[in-house]
T-cell receptor, first 115, second 110 residues
Framework: DAGVIQSPRHEVTEMGQEVTLRCKPI?????LFWYRQTMMRGLELLIY????????DSGMPEDRFSAKMPNASFSTLKIQPSEPRDSAVYFC?????????????FGPGTRLLVL | GQQLNQSPQSMFIQEGEDVSMNCTSS?????WLWYKQDPGEGPVLLIA?????ELTSNGRLTAQFGITRKDSFLNISASIPSDVGIYFC??????????FGQGTTLQVKP
């Protein structure tokens, strides 16, 4: 298996633009997680899905952020409108089985820079 | 809200030395996880702990779930250059939300 796939790997955009980050989890995994990592705030869990259904979105910073999982093999994290403080590395991870008892496999991340 | 204090923030050691890092909190956690992140990559789970007092090893790594459920430590024995990276603790408490420590950056001098 190719592991968790994220695209794009790098994104540079201007403030106010819409940003869409994409994730393909490992085939067969039933949990998908979105994380954000910054120097100031460290690693934060934004939202996670189980069988394509959002379970906990309490980490989503504000209404400008939205995440969807239309099917088992694809998820998006959208920021609209983007702001400079959204600059971060966004990771997607997937796992199978018990949510916090099983290993989460992280993708390589999307490095977002909002100017 | 729940917070984790991870220390030290960074370490610079000689190859072959043992390393110890820990995470503490004023809140109780039900699960402790330890991750390692290499530059430009996502975190990789090293060890997971589920019971107070639990001591678990993974090769040269050993981690313990504190008896008070408010702390955890990670030890690395006989460090090697490939141990370089950032180590994160993460705790799962009654809120059901996974909280991460700020990370410990480890550098190993050959």
């Amino acid at each position: 298996d190719a592991g968790v796939i994220q695209s794009p790997r790098h994104e540079v955009t201007e403030m106010g633009q819409e940003v869409t980050l994409r994730c393909k989890p490992i085939s067969g995994h039933d949990y998908l997680f979105w994380y954000r990592q910054t120097m100031m705030r460290g690693l934060e869990l934004l939202i996670y899905f189980n069988n394509n259904v959002p379970i906990d979105d309490s980490g989503m910073p504000e209404d400008r952020f939205s995440a969807k999982m239309p099917n088992a093999s694809f998820s998006t994290l959208k920021i609209q409108p983007s702001e400079p403080r959204d600059s971060a590395v966004y990771f997607c991870a997937s796992s199978y089985g018990r949510v916090w008892q099983e290993t989460q496999y992280f993708g390589p991340g999307t490095r977002l820079l909002v100017l | 809200g729940q917070q984790l204090n991870q220390s030290p923030q960074s370490m610079f050691i000689q190859e072959g030395e043992d390393v110890s890092m820990n995470c503490t909190s004023s809140s109780i956690f039900n699960t402790w996880l330890w991750y390692k992140q290499d530059p430009g990559e996502g975190p990789v789970l090293l060890i997971a702990l589920y019971k107070a007092g639990e001591l678990t090893s993974n090769g040269r790594l050993t981690a313990q779930f504190g008896i008070t459920r408010k702390d955890s430590f990670l030890n690395i024995s006989a460090s090697i250059p490939s141990d370089v990276g950032i180590y994160f603790c993460a705790g799962l408490g009654n809120t059901g939300k996974l909280i991460f420590g700020q990370g410990t950056t480890l550098q190993v001098k050959p």
